[in-house]
């Protein structure tokens, strides 16, 4: 019952913000402030996702997104949490590149694109090393906060059983790092994202969601544009709360570290 | 039951020699401002097989790195300590300890915090849940094996620590003032369940305490330590019979005897504190 009514309260300030939202959209479009062409109704931009949907391209251009999304998050943990490892390993590698990578997160990946093309040319490789550039910082900086808030008494516990070396690291060390480097997962993929759609703008040609922006923007169709921008949004939110704040949920309930 | 554990503890090597053997050990580590601070110097004492030893003495007397040394977590400064006469260089499940958290591993359960002492020890897989229940039981945790430690209220956790710690068989029970985060009701359970584990176990046992009751009630013999920097400057033996009840009244005078021990050194550190 009470689920019931927390599930409840949770939803409905969502649904009245977004109502909220559409209500501007729709008055700002019966004011005739911006062209029709340029400001579909509400109403227009919903049919043009139910058409895109409908014909494959909204579909098509999804899967191309994700699947580059996957292959440079993939790289991105790795790289990430290799950085962090060796960086709390070695305070020496700490000093000298972990400063550079804190000093590289100021810098807005979709900066490293021009660069990106010069280096692989105008395709997937350039977007998907503007993905990496973009999100193993704060993967890295997750992997080395997880690892530092590690409970010193728990390493004692460890030692006192026996547990040294790698094997405190393997049995001890890492499992008690998880919560704090699943929160820098998640921030990575936000980071990603990010970056993946800003590449894809830019980049132009083959099939992404980015593209079907752009490409839609210069077809003036901006029932499609707005329809794009609600399947980003979608997908962000969606992957946030099913992948990662589940995760993270369930790490936390499991060792007692939710707020009651 | 006395008989039952001296029989336990007969000595196979070694006849007649110390268990452990603490020789003008002293520690200082550099507090947040930097400054040197001395926390224990020339402690010197022997505990002998099968023997309940209690540290007891005023806060930061430095009884709890007398037994972080002893554990092997921190080396000494100065001095040696030396179990079955060999030196002891590293922390090791032959000294498995007690802390005054539980400092379970979250991530696992009850039973899996104790098959994780079992693994470390490289006990085949197949033996590890038998041997785990096997100790859960013996703190009356069974029901229990397959919760998250968060689900154990305070002093069900001290058990699960305590069945993790006596898992290791170790040769020598380390606790640093396990049950002073307890509720009182609560320790007087855990003191009694210890006793008789320790009983039936034989184990050596050094055991950290600022609390004289649970000293007098536990120990077979009392270290006083002095105000900071520590250092041993009583050893009390309590001879009354085991196993034994709280209100028992040979109990009394020698917790009145440890307590005015005691607070002089308590006094000495508080006039320290005025002075300034």
């Known amino acids: ?260 | 039951m006395r008989q039952a554990r001296a029989l336990r503890v007969a000595p196979v090597l070694d006849v007649g020699g110390p268990k452990l053997s603490v020789r003008g050990v002293a520690k200082s580590y550099r507090n947040a401002r930097g400054t040197v601070i001395s926390a224990c110097t020339d402690v010197t004492f022997d505990v002998t097989p099968g023997e309940f030893v209690c540290l007891l003495g005023p806060s930061g007397c430095g009884k709890s790195t007398c037994l972080g040394l002893i554990a092997g977590l921190d080396r000494p400064d100065l001095g040696q300590i030396l179990m079955d006469g060999r030196s002891v260089t590293g922390p090791g499940p032959d000294r498995a300890m007690l802390f005054q958290e539980p400092a379970l591993f979250p991530w696992m359960s009850v039973l899996g915090n104790i098959e994780f002492a079992l693994r470390m020890l490289d006990v085949p897989r197949e033996d590890r849940r038998d041997r785990a229940m096997h100790w859960l039981g013996k703190v009356h945790l069974s029901r229990f094996a397959s919760a998250q430690p968060h689900e154990l209220s305070g002093g069900m956790k001290q058990r699960a620590a305590l069945a993790r710690a006596l898992a290791c068989d170790p040769e020598i029970l380390l606790a640093d003032e396990p049950f002073a985060a307890l509720d009182a009701q609560t320790r007087e359970i855990l003191q009694n369940e210890l006793q008789r584990v320790w009983a039936e176990s034989g184990k050596t046992c050094v055991f950290v305490t600022h609390n004289v009751r649970e000293a007098a009630f536990l120990a077979d013999r009392v270290l006083l330590m002095s105000a900071p920097p520590g250092t041993v400057v009583e050893d009390r033996e309590v001879s009354v019979s085991r196993p034994r009840q709280f209100d028992d009244p040979r109990l009394a005078p020698v917790i009145a005897e440890i307590h005015g021990h005691l607070v002089k050194e308590v006094e000495k550190v508080v006039a320290r504190e005025i002075r300034g």
Request: proline letters at 4%.
């Open chain 1, 1 to 260: 019952m009470s689920l019931v009514r927390s599930a409840v309260n949770q939803v409905w300030p969502r649904l009245a913000a977004i109502g909220g939202l559409v209500l501007v959209w729709a008055l700002v479009y019966r004011s005739g402030y911006f062209n029709a062409d340029v400001l579909p109704s509400p109403a227009a931009a919903w049919s043009s996702l139910v058409h895109n949907v409908a014909n494959g391209k909204i579909p098509r251009a999804t899967q191309a997104s994700l699947v580059r999304l996957l292959i440079g998050f993939t790289i991105s943990v790795g790289i990430g949490t290799v950085f962090g490892l060796l960086e709390v390993a070695s305070s020496l590698f700490e000093r000298s590149f972990g400063s550079l990578v804190v000093g590289l997160q100021s810098l807005p990946s979709i900066a490293w694109l021009p660069l990106a093309i010069l280096w692989f040319g105008l395709n997937e490789r350039a977007v998907i090393f503007v993905v990496v550039i973009g999100s193993f910082p704060a993967v890295a900086l997750a992997t080395v906060s997880g690892l530092r808030q590690v409970p010193l008494i728990l390493q004692r516990a460890g030692r006192t059983l026996g547990a040294n070396g790698w094997r405190l690291y393997r049995h001890v060390v890492l499992p008690a790092a998880v919560p704090g480097y699943v929160g820098g997962l998640q921030q990575g993929w936000a980071f990603a994202w990010r970056s993946l759609m800003a590449g894809e703008l830019i980049l132009g040609g083959a099939l992404g969601l980015g593209q079907l922006l752009n490409n839609s923007r210069q077809n003036l169709e901006t029932g499609t544009v707005i329809a794009t921008m609600v399947v980003i949004v979608l997908i962000g939110i969606v992957v946030d709360l099913a992948v990662f704040s589940t995760l993270d949920h369930r790490i936390r309930a499991r060792r007692g570290l939710l707020a009651t």
